[in-house]
């Protein structure tokens, strides 16, 4: 591995916060450097501290640990991401016999310098208890390999001699800390601490030393790998998979379904990750026994569960149903044996648990890769990523011998810790987390409004436009996860690759809002040429882009929304304008007999009639005509309705936002036009 320590960007960093103390400054620095390495560190895993003198706001110098806080990603953190705990109450706890996880929280936050500072690492108390000045903790990828062999002792007394300590499996927390202080007194010359079936500490008293001292080690363990005389066992890639993903995707996403609130179904987002390595090891002889072993460091049972589900459907089935009947099986019987587990272990340890959902985090689909299932797109690239890196580790563990990590019963520990349960009670999804949402018309206007809408309760978008431009920076201003996509809603083979990559994003489609339109205007004996073009924008489109949603939507098995963005003038037509306003009435028709037909799958079909917005719907000369049509200024025209207020793109969109909501709601009109009786559905 290489050392990526520069002396020039460590002066940089003592430079751009030389307001700060350097120590808390070069800590910054050596903390990102680790959190970049994938083969390090995931995704808010590992640890750093320092310690050093913190000048209080009376002046007064204390002395301190900087220890990362709970929640901060290595790879971006800030100095204020490593919380100063003074060091005289965490060094008074050395003395203590005892102490319970939720005491020792309550002491670290008592123990913060700045009251309103992260809560620190559960491992504080670990690196206050070694006398260093910097401490580097990290699961990396080579070193698991090795404290997850069988004789993992023997084997790290080979390679690093007495420069190691090595330790036992014990829980993160004070009896860890209590075990750390005093392999370190029986082996005061160590610089560095071996965890098995954990990972690595080094320290030093230097941040540079510290850090080199890392990597230093983890190279040695990468050479020790590379040393072994097994040879890998040749396997054949040639794959020709019948079965597209985008066929299966939405089928898998079914069946990992929570359906015990059949009114509120809660599906996971999917995430696709396929490699030659990732192949490998699926299509690998011994994968049946390899992938059912367990995780490689306990704390990745949070992200990927104990085990992952190992599909063994055959692949080139030419019928997607026989697929899915086995897949089917085979998800009840993961559901089935991880309630085992929860029961038999609650048993085992006596203990009343709140049991997390028993379906699994990981998949692995022969041809397919690794796919991912979480509450979002976020949390289900780190399982990926996780497990991605778990191959690796699994495959350079037998290269090197066996594979030995946690035990069921040790990581049920993990899994079911009282500090992660509290974690998970805080945790709270907004209403549209796990929902896929597909929006046309989002670059601007009323599109725009409706994925921001939507965004705000956290749907997973796929927003669309004609202009690329348009609809990129439509989903850079979202936060979300957004796929901006480039159609023209007029050609069904965009329209169908555009559902597609929505399939291939977040494994399937939950919700259409069928938004994007053009105005045209005129009488219809000289506009029948209009009329054509205008159904296909204004009817054709829905028409195709519903139908195939509802092919997604039914094969996930659990329902869906469509909703179609209609107009005023579907019931209630402006004089010259009925190339805009036939098409729309006939979206109107459309919308009602989609909720006729589809309502037995639980697919619901709603339209909004907006009227009078301000959009480029009324752009190239059109709001003129409009007005000149109806003999009114523009304050009058955008105001003439009952409450005599203009509706936005906002009103619009909270009404599409409501609907989505209605779960007993099809095929009703939801006006927005501020007021026009006229207008009304009848």
């Known amino acids: 591995m290489r050392n990526r320590w520069s002396d020039h960007e460590a002066a940089q960093f003592i430079e751009r916060y030389r307001a700060l103390p350097e120590t808390l400054a070069l800590r910054t620095y050596t903390s990102q450097l680790i959190g970049c390495e994938g083969a390090l560190v995931l995704h808010g895993g590992g640890n750093t501290s320092a310690k050093g003198i913190y000048k209080n706001r009376l002046g007064h110098d204390i002395d301190v640990l900087w220890i990362k806080g709970s929640g901060w990603d290595l790879a971006t953190i800030e100095p ?6 003074k060091m005289r109450d965490l060094d008074a706890l050395r003395t203590l016999e005892k102490l319970g996880d939720e005491d020792m929280v309550s002491v670290l936050r008592a123990a913060l310098v700045e009251p309103d500072a992260p809560t620190p690492s559960i491992e504080a108390l670990v690196h206050a208890f070694i006398p260093h000045r910097f401490i ?123 359906l015990s609130d059949p009114k509120h179904p809660r599906p996971p987002i999917l995430h696709v990750r396929s490699s030659e390595t990732i192949l490998r090891f699926i299509h690998h002889p011994q994968v049946s026994a390899w992938s059912q072993v367990g995780p490689a460091t306990p704390d990745h049972v949070i992200r990927t569960k104990p085990l992952p589900l190992l599909l063994q459907t055959p692949s080139r089935f030419a019928a997607l149903d026989s697929w899915q009947d086995s897949a089917k099986e085979q998800v009840e019987a993961y559901i089935a044996q991880y309630q085992r587990y929860f029961e038999d272990e609650c048993k085992a340890y006596a203990a009343q648990k709140t049991m997390l959902d028993p379906f ?52 049920f520990e993990m899994e079911y810790w009282s500090l992660e349960q509290a974690k998970l009670k805080k945790q709270v999804e907004k209403a549209f987390s796990r929902q896929v949402v597909l929006v046309t018309g989002a670059g601007s206007g009323i599109g725009f409004a409706i994925a921001q809408r939507f965004a705000r309760e956290g749907a997973h978008l796929v927003l669309v436009d004609i202009e690329e431009e348009r609809v990129l920076l439509a989903a850079a201003k979202l936060k979300t996860p957004a796929l901006a996509m480039v159609a023209d809603i007029t050609k069904p083979e ?23 339109g053009k105005a045209y205007s005129g009488k219809l004996v000289d506009s029948r040429a209009q009329l054509r073009e205008s159904f296909e924008i204004n009817f054709f489109a829905h028409a195709e882009l519903a139908c195939a949603a509802i092919e997604i939507m039914e094969t996930q098995g659990y329902g869906g929304c469509l909703l179609f963005n209609a107009s005023k003038s579907a019931t209630a037509p402006g004089p010259d304008f009925g190339p805009y306003a036939i098409p729309k009435a006939a979206t109107l028709a459309l919308m009602r007999q989609l909720a006729l037909d589809y309502a037995s799958s639980g697919i619901r079909s709603n339209a909004v009639n907006a009227d009078r ?70």
């Open 80 to 85: 204020q991401g490593h919380p100063a705990v």
């Open 494 to 516: 965009d329209l169908r690759k555009v559902v597609q990559n929505a399939v291939l994003r977040f494994g399937g489609l939950d919700l259409l809002v069928s938004n994007a």
């Open 360 to 411: 699994p985090r990981v998949v692995l689909v022969p041809e397919l890769g690794i796919v991912a299932a979480a509450q979002n797109e976020p949390a289900a690239m780190v399982a990926a990523d996780i497990y991605e890196h778990s191959i690796q580790i699994i495959s350079d563990a037998f290269k090197v011998g066996a594979y030995q990590p946690l035990n069921l019963h040790q990581l």
């Open 136 to 258: 580097d903790h990290t699961h990396a990828d080579a070193v698991l390999s090795l404290v997850n062999q069988p004789d993992a002792e023997k084997i790290c007394r080979a390679i690093y001699g007495k420069r190691f300590a090595v330790i036992p499996w014990i829980m993160p927390g004070f009896e860890l800390s209590k075990a750390a202080r005093k392999a370190l007194e029986e082996n005061p010359e160590a610089e560095g601490l071996l965890l098995l079936q954990h990972g690595i500490f080094t320290f030093a008293d230097s941040a540079k030393e510290s850090y080199t001292r890392m990597i230093a080690a983890i190279s040695e363990a990468e050479a020790y790998i590379e040393r072994s005389p097994v040879q890998p066992v040749e396997i054949d890639l040639n794959l020709s998979w019948a079965v597209k993903p985008e066929k299966v995707l939405p089928r898998l996403r079914g069946l990992l379904t929570d």
């Open 613 to 682: 917005v301000r959009t480029q719907l009324f752009g190239e000369g059109l709001l003129q005509e409009r007005l000149k049509a109806r003999g009114l200024s523009e304050d009058q025209y955008f105001k003439g309705n009952l409450l005599r207020q203009e509706v936005l793109a906002e009103d619009v969109a909270e009404a599409f936002y409501h609907l989505a909501l209605s779960s007993k709601t099809t095929g009703a009109v939801l006006p927005v036009d501020g007021g026009n009786i006229g207008a009304a559905p009848r």
